[in-house]
């Protein structure tokens, strides 16, 4: 079973996303920062996705970055708000949760292709 991180400081958000990634059979861990992400992952916990509100960008950017290299991250921003380079997609909001778990499907399925 895939995992997916949904990091966001927005727990309304991360909250729909992980209930609705959970319904289509995706674990989905819930994190309020980057850092938290960062630890996990040193713990020993790798996803398969990353889902990141860019309010969440500030700490542990760089271990992102790092983490971009292996995993597709999916970045929800506020209008005229720059995302990083490195992101394997960028969606603006206002979007829904099914567009956000459509995308993530959508990056999943590419992995396993």
Do not use: C, Y
């Amino acid at each position: 079973m895939p995992i997916v991180f949904v990091i966001g400081e927005d727990w309304t958000l991360r909250g729909l996303v992980r209930a609705e990634l959970r319904e289509h059979g995706v674990e989905a861990l819930g994190m309020e920062t980057a850092d938290e992400a960062a630890r996990a992952v040193a713990a020993g916990t790798m996803p398969s996705a990353l889902v990141l509100d860019a309010t969440s960008l500030r700490g542990a950017l760089s271990a992102l970055e790092l983490l971009s290299r292996s995993v597709p991250v999916v970045v929800v921003a506020s209008p005229g708000a720059s995302a990083p380079a490195w992101a394997a997609a960028v969606l603006i909001k206002p979007v829904s949760v099914g567009e956000i778990v459509a995308r993530v499907e959508n990056l999943l399925q590419g992995l396993v292709a």
